[in-house]
């Protein structure tokens, strides 16, 4: 059964920073990995998707980055703002079809403070 | 072109009552699934519709089940509720099952007392 962790749980910097966020699932067959943005009570908007056979996948001042073998991959966030401030998911779809859905981490909830 | 739309947004039922919540897909999407958000938790794939028809499930019991109709808009039925049901449940639409960017509906409050 796939399950996805991430690390940190919360997270709080000052305006300004780069940081990096971590996700890690326990079974290497996947199609595709995505990170996910929410903000409180609100649903999913979608930043990036890497596919399986990609490194990175880049959008402004995000980088993500998938490294399959080991199971791991991390969401940069350049020049950190007050309105990057969200609870960021991370998603993997395995490989038998997609049929079964996403499978979520619990997410990084990410303060920047002004 | 317009998003991923539920309704209602928010909705309080009893223990034991049964309740319908609805979404619409993004335009040109065949695919829709549901998911089941607790709180502090990452969602929980509910099930998937592709093209009217049923093929994915999570690990749910049977009494959560649902519909896609002709024009891709879906429906997700609870029967028996319970406690643990209060969530946050989302729907999202995609353009191919399961190997495609998913966009989601800003999600349907579900309290249960």
């Known amino acids: 059964k796939q399950e996805v962790t991430q690390i940190p749980a919360a997270l709080s910097v000052p305006e300004g920073e780069n940081l990096v966020l971590n996700c890690s699932f326990t079974?290497?067959?996947?199609?595709?990995l995505q990170w996910f943005r929410q903000d409180p009570g609100k649903g999913l908007t979608s930043l990036l998707l890497?596919?399986?056979?990609?490194r990175e996948q880049t959008s402004g001042r995000l980088n993500a980055s998938l490294d399959k073998s080991s199971g791991r991959s991390t969401l940069y966030i350049a020049a950190s703002q007050p309105g990057d401030s969200a609870t960021y998911l991370c998603?993997?779809?395995?490989?038998?079809?997609?049929?079964?859905?996403?499978?979520f981490g619990k997410g990084t909830h990410l303060i920047i403070q002004p | 072109e317009t998003g991923v739309t539920q309704s209602p947004t928010h909705l309080i039922k009893t223990r034991g009552q049964q309740v319908t919540l609805r979404c619409s897909s993004q335009?040109?999407?065949?695919?829709v699934s549901w998911y089941q958000q607790a709180l502090g938790q990452g969602p929980q794939f509910i099930f998937q519709?592709?093209?009217?028809?049923?093929?994915g499930r999570g690990n749910f019991p049977p009494r959560f089940s649902g519909l896609q109709f002709p024009n891709y808009s879906s429906e997700l039925n609870v029967n028996a509720l319970e406690l643990d049901d209060s969530a946050l449940y989302l729907c999202?639409?995609?353009?191919?099952?399961?190997?495609?960017?998913?966009?989601f509906g800003p999600g349907t409050r579900l309290t249960v007392l």
């Open positions: 999202a639409s995609s353009l191919m099952a399961g190997h495609d960017t998913q966009y």
């Open positions: 079974d290497s067959a996947i199609y595709n």
């Open positions: 890497i596919q399986s056979s990609q």
């Open positions: 998603a993997v779809t395995s490989s038998g079809g997609g049929a079964d859905g996403l499978t």
């Open positions: 335009s040109g999407h065949n695919t």
């Open positions: 519709y592709y093209r009217e028809e049923e093929n």
